[in-house]
């Protein structure tokens, strides 16, 4: 028995089901592409932006605007984007920044929930929709004849094509849900540990030069 012959027996509910596994399939393919760069340039971004305003804010600052396409490089920019801002307005920035991130970062969780919730319930739809079906087709004077009873064995397994289909949609989509909340809790820890030594940099080279860390040249 192929898919097709499977997509059919299980009946009116698998046309929904059908349409819940591609949205959450295009969904977790754009997450992943995202992930993708995220993930590998992200550490790389916030490592060369500290390094560099260690020595000079301008050139941190061009760091962090080249990297604008992912996240911590918009995250570092917004702050260091401001002239010489005060170093509450500073902190200020980055919170602000960090807060807009992460909520991107979660684009796509809410397509992911609802799949998961549905797909379930679509299933268990389509296999009492089946049942009754199958149950109703059935003669009382023909209760304990071979074919009969097998004929109700069948469609009784048809009927539970349905809610294996949304059980097997849901699962997936839940083992990836996990999986990208699992990458945003990372990200906040990195967005709050880069954010933090940028600060404690700024504030030290507000200190030295007396509130224009953009003058600063060379180590401190």
Not at 9 to 30: C, D, H, K, R, V
Not at 56 to 85: C, H, N, V, Y
Not at 127 to 134: D, F, H, K, S
Not at 191 to 218: D, M
Request: charged share 20%; proline share 3%.
């Amino acid at each position: 028995m192929n898919i097709t012959e499977l997509f059919i027996q299980g009946g009116i509910a698998m046309w929904p089901l059908l349409f819940l596994s591609i949205l959450a399939l295009g969904t977790i393919i754009e997450r992943i592409w995202f992930w993708s760069r995220t993930l590998t340039r992200g550490r790389e971004v916030s490592g060369r932006v500290l390094e560099a305003a260690r020595r000079e804010w301008i050139a941190a600052t061009e760091i962090s605007q080249r990297s604008r396409l992912i996240p911590m490089g918009r995250f570092l920019f917004a702050a260091l984007q401001i002239k010489d801002p005060e170093p509450e307005v500073f902190r200020l920035a980055l919170e602000t920044a960090a807060n807009e991130e992460i909520s991107a970062m979660r684009r796509g969780d809410k397509v992911l929930e609802a799949v998961i919730a549905l797909a379930p319930l679509l299933g268990l739809l389509g296999t009492v929709v089946g049942l009754i079906n199958a149950l109703g087709s059935i003669n009382l004077t023909d209760l304990g004849v071979g074919d009969a009873t097998t004929g109700t064995a069948l469609g009784i397994g048809e009927a539970l094509i349905s809610t294996a289909a949304g059980l097997v949609i849901a699962i997936v989509s839940l083992a990836f849900y996990r999986l990208f909340q699992g990458f945003v809790f990372g990200q906040a820890r990195v967005f709050r540990q880069t954010g933090n030594e940028l600060e404690l940099l700024y504030r030290q080279a507000w200190s030295l030069t007396g509130g224009k860390p953009s003058e600063l040249s060379g180590n401190f």
